[in-house]
């Protein structure tokens, strides 16, 4: 089976810095468009990050030039750089990716648990 498990979330003040991190593990055979997405309360559940196969990058606007995304293909891993952090940026933070399975070769589309990042003003 494949995981995806984040880490890095917590309490940071307005203006500071936190770094996200995502351990795909399991069986991996390929990752594709790996993504953040983060949900405040009461809100819709939306895209911060992408991550492309070949390098490619997009952002929110709201998260543009704060934020940026980048993996460790070694370790099947992906992070989030977040600066300039804002009370609006409070929300939970879910990584994803689209991943095939080394034993049935088939895609998946998988997510993590969650990490909470809270930014007080």
């Known amino acids: 089976q494949v995981q995806l498990v984040e880490s890095g979330g917590g309490l940071v003040q307005a203006g500071g810095s936190l770094r996200l991190s995502c351990a795909a593990s399991?069986?991996?055979?390929?990752?594709?468009?790996m993504r953040w997405y983060r949900q405040a309360p009461g809100k819709q559940r939306e895209l911060v990050a992408v991550?492309?196969?070949?390098?490619?990058?997009n952002y929110a606007d709201s998260v543009k030039g704060r934020f940026t995304i980048s993996r460790d293909d070694a370790k099947n891993w992906v992070y989030l750089q977040m600066n300039s952090l804002k009370p609006e940026d409070t929300a939970v933070y879910y990584c994803?990716?689209?991943?095939?399975?080394?034993?049935?070769?088939?895609?998946?589309?998988?997510w993590g648990q969650g990490t909470q990042v809270t930014v007080s003003s």
């Open positions: 399991g069986s991996i055979d390929s990752i594709n468009n």
């Open positions: 994803a990716a689209s991943i095939r399975n080394s034993g049935s070769y088939s895609w998946g589309d998988y």
């Open positions: 991550l492309t196969s070949v390098g490619g990058t």
